[in-house]
């Protein structure tokens, strides 16, 4: 596909994605538990669109040999795959995972999700040695092909690593806050020492993404329950502390950017109100918008 072609085509991804982030979240909530339920889903198409990728793969898993995958590739080719799924995705039926798969796909964190859960495979006691191999081949294969797409780097996977290492251990995740911060959070919650940056519990340098992302949303006017619901992606997103308390953290976001926020009383309301099922789809929509890669 030319580049501007490619390049249309994921503009129409992010259009999709801004229509459908319901249905695009209930698809990533599948990718993201416990079971395999969207792996799936996705090789049934697979095996759905080319039926001779089952007897391809049956054979990879059983030689343990996964570090060429050429002839997948090729047959891929050979049944126009790519194609199949463009046509999919510009008509797609009610039920067809394919738009939420793309995206997913394009812009999602779908090699780390599917490194993850690679990882708990083949660390579960009652697979074969053979299988651990297998996947071990498949973990270093989805690694080496985004990097060789250009879509990730080693640098980026080296830092996934690491975190996947802290996640493991026994020692509570550090998520790279230094120690002076780390006493800070401790500290009673009326403490009004910290600063919104010293609350953000990120390296430096997504932290003035992060920051500028912040400053984007809230001078759009936002006020009130608004900011509530920002308040809430970033905790749920690990990016602010649970324990610093409401007035605190109300005081050092209109500190940092001058402006009328709103309410502080009201905002603390509406964060007490966080069961709530009809403010659920706005904060998982704010959870996307700062999610930072």
Do not use: C
């Amino acid at each position: 596909m030319p580049q501007q072609d490619f390049d249309n085509f994921k503009q129409r991804l992010k259009e999709w994605k801004e229509t459908h982030s319901e249905e695009y979240d209930l698809f990533e909530e599948e990718m993201n538990g416990k079971d395999a339920v969207g792996y799936q889903k996705i090789m049934n198409l697979a095996i759905t669109l080319v039926p001779a990728y089952k007897k391809i793969i049956n054979q990879k898993a059983n030689q343990g040999a996964f570090n060429d995958i050429s002839d997948i590739e090729n047959l891929f080719a050979d049944n126009q795959l790519a194609q199949t799924l463009l046509n999919e995705f510009e008509n797609p039926n009610k039920n067809s995972i394919i738009p939420a798969m793309l995206y997913w796909l394009h812009f999602g964190q779908s090699f780390e999700r599917m490194v993850e859960k690679g990882e708990e495979l083949r660390k579960m006691p009652n697979v074969s040695y053979v299988n651990k191999f297998f996947i071990k081949s498949v973990i270093r294969l989805l690694r080496n092909k985004s990097i060789s797409l250009g879509l990730r780097t080693k640098a980026a996977w080296e830092e996934h690593y690491q975190l996947m290492k802290e996640v493991d251990s026994n020692e509570a995740l550090g998520l790279e806050i230094d120690a002076k911060t780390k006493i800070q959070l401790i500290k009673p919650k009326n403490n009004k020492e910290l600063s919104l940056e010293d609350m953000i519990m990120i390296t430096d340098e997504k932290k003035e993404i992060l920051l500028t992302k912040i400053e984007e949303y809230i001078r759009q006017g936002t006020k009130g329950k608004k900011i509530a619901w920002m308040i809430l992606a970033l905790r749920q997103l690990g990016y602010l502390p649970n324990t610093t308390s409401d007035r605190h953290l109300f005081n050092a976001i209109r500190e940092k950017f001058s402006v009328d926020i709103g309410s502080d009383k009201g905002i603390y309301a509406y964060l007490e109100k966080t069961a709530q099922e009809y403010d659920r789809p706005e904060i998982k929509a704010l959870m996307n918008y700062f999610k930072l890669n």
